[in-house]
């Protein structure tokens, strides 16, 4: 099965909506994706806000062999640094309140004399 990462169709008429996903090639336009990986609004004001992205997913993706369309190519180009360092701070930030949650465990339980 050759896998793509390209954009598939949401919204209404006038007012487009993408979700970036890894779909089978042979799949239509707004056919049944295989994972969703991204989302792109082109109407939101802000171009910086316009994309969401998971960067470790797309990677995996390009590592067994999905290739990006021209657009999605473009997108991750400009956009995944960004979505990288979001994704670490995300992972620092569950680690710490797991740390504290362990810890917080740890303070709670009794002990027996």
Known sequence: MAVRIRMKQMGRAHRHYYR?????????????????????????????QSVTLRPARIKYWQSVGAKPSEHCAAIFKKYMKKWEEIEAQEVVKSAEEAAKAATAQTDAAPTQS
């Not at 970036?20 to 004001?45: F, K, N």
């Open 20 to 48: 970036i996903v890894a779909i089978d090639q042979r799949q239509p336009r707004d056919g049944r994706a295989i994972e969703e990986l991204g989302t792109y609004d082109p109407h939101v004001p802000n171009p910086d």
